[in-house]
């Protein structure tokens, strides 16, 4: 069974630009979601998908927003990119939104110049 | 979600077992105690959880005091592939939001 999906493995962006981010689950996974690790701040929980909707948030920005397709699928969007999201974004998934384990892909590496 | 503490760097060698310890004095009765690791380069990797009872499984044996304030997790016979940032979580069953703290780095030397 393949894991966690996680695309692109690099991305180099400018500051203001905007940029989309892509997490495919393992297959019948019904839960995704995302955290930022950066080495100042450590891992940090940003949402949190079921069934296409919207569970839970942590304590970012507006400018950062995603969105969970009915395949499971899910992406998230960073606009208006600022130097400081410079980051290693993962992606979790888990069975259903009561499943104690998460399985991260390798992530996405964004970097902001 | 109770806040953990762990020492941020052990070594061990190979061969030998690893027991990184964690404190999680604030723990509330239905949170469980959550351990994962992370290798260089890769996601975190779920290990093991528990809630009060000692847990076993392939990778690795999870000790909680009685008090619930404190556990340990053993790494049996630990291997130079067993490297990498470990992590102990308290948070309640199911919870897709962890809270990540600094972890210990643990390093197997050979």
């Known amino acids: 069974k393949a894991g966690v999906t996680q695309t692109p493995r690099y991305l180099i962006k400018t500051r203001g630009q905007q940029v989309t981010l892509s997490c495919s689950p393992i297959?019948?996974?019904?839960?995704v979601s995302w955290y930022q690790q950066t080495p100042g701040q450590g891992l940090q929980f940003l949402f949190e998908?079921?069934?296409?909707?919207?569970?839970n948030k942590g304590n970012f920005p507006g400018r950062f927003s995603g969105r969970q397709f009915s395949n499971s699928r899910s992406e998230m969007n960073v606009s208006t990119l600022e130097l400081g999201d410079s980051a290693l974004y993962l992606c979790?998934?888990?069975?259903?939104?009561?499943?104690?384990?998460?399985?991260f892909g390798s992530g996405t590496q964004l970097s902001v110049l | 979600d109770a806040k953990t503490t762990q020492p941020p760097s052990m070594d061990c060698a190979e061969g030998r077992a690893a027991n990184l310890p964690c404190n999680h004095s604030?723990?509330?009765?239905?949170?469980?105690v959550y351990w994962y690791r992370q290798i260089h380069s890769q996601g975190p990797q779920y290990i093991i959880h528990?809630?009060?009872n000692n847990e076993t499984n392939e990778m690795a044996s999870l000790i909680i005091t009685e008090d619930r304030k404190s556990s340990t997790l053993i790494l049996p016979h630990a291997t130079l592939r067993d490297t990498a940032v470990y992590y102990c979580?308290?948070?309640?069953?199911?919870?897709?939001?962890?809270?990540f703290g600094q972890g210990t780095r643990l390093t197997i030397n050979p």
């Open positions: 979790a998934s888990s069975l259903s939104n009561k499943n104690e384990k998460l399985f």
């Open positions: 297959s019948g996974h019904r839960s």
């Open positions: 998908y079921f069934s296409e909707t919207q569970r």
């Open positions: 604030t723990i509330s009765g239905n949170e469980y």
């Open positions: 528990g809630l009060k």
């Open positions: 979580i308290a948070g309640i069953q199911g919870a897709q939001k962890l809270v």
